[in-house]
């Protein structure tokens, strides 16, 4: 039988100790740890090289913020999952870093087995924050979501289950909780999930949930 393959994380964060700490954690929770590096630039044409899964990146880096940072790796790396791991909860630095693509954002105060939770979570494609900053991210959407539903019939037609799945998604539920909500696979989520962001010509769960709060499905 062949062994799945592990997913492969790249660490990036200015404070050696934690980076290393970082790493050590993952090496033992069986992640393949293929990188890590201090420097924004840097941690770009790594990853082109080494396509990570996962990147969990410091916001705050020497040389380029880390918004900068998520915007060349997601460029580098299509389809790469970003979990920020930050010192700082500032609502600006959240909304910023989820703008820009972030999978997630967990504040480095995180105990270890959130922590190692939170990157699982984002392997396998679901949006993750500490505890009180998904909130934050909803109402921000919500706050954006001013244009009304397309009327022009052009709006792509979603199944009845997608939109019943399209709806959880905005209310910040995982995967795993959708499916136990829905009686369905966890496979079964992620493939409505996918097909949903083909349909809307979309790229991931941070642009879908704020389609379905525009289309006022939240």
Do not use: C
């Not at 396998?124 to 900053?133: E, P, R, S």
């Amino acid at each position: 039988m062949t062994e799945a393959p592990r997913t492969r994380v790249m660490v990036v964060d200015d404070h050696p100790m934690w980076r290393e700490g970082v790493s050590r954690d993952l090496t033992a929770a069986g992640y393949d740890v293929v990188a890590t590096t201090g420097e924004g630039r840097q941690a770009v044409r790594i990853a082109a090289a080494t396509r990570p899964d996962v990147v969990v990146l410091d916001l705050q880096l020497p040389d380029v913020s880390g918004v900068e940072v998520i915007n060349g790796l997601l460029e580098a790396v299509p389809g790469v999952r970003v979990l920020m791991l930050s010192a700082s909860g500032e609502q600006q630095s959240v909304l910023d870093a989820v703008k820009a693509g972030a999978s997630g954002y967990l504040l480095k105060s995180a105990a270890q087995a959130e922590f190692l939770d939170a990157v699982g979570r984002t392997a396998a494609g679901d949006t993750v924050f500490t505890a009180g900053l998904a909130g934050l991210v909803l109402g921000e959407f919500r706050r954006l979501a001013v244009e009304p539903p397309a009327a022009d019939g052009m709006t792509p037609k979603l199944t009845e289950r997608e939109t019943e799945v399209l709806r959880l998604v905005a209310k910040g539920l995982s995967y795993r909780q959708i499916a136990d909500r829905l009686v369905l696979s966890h496979r079964t989520v992620q493939n409505h999930v996918q097909n949903t962001l083909g349909k809307l010509q979309l790229h991931n769960r941070v642009e879908l949930t704020r389609y379905a709060i525009e289309q006022g499905l939240d």
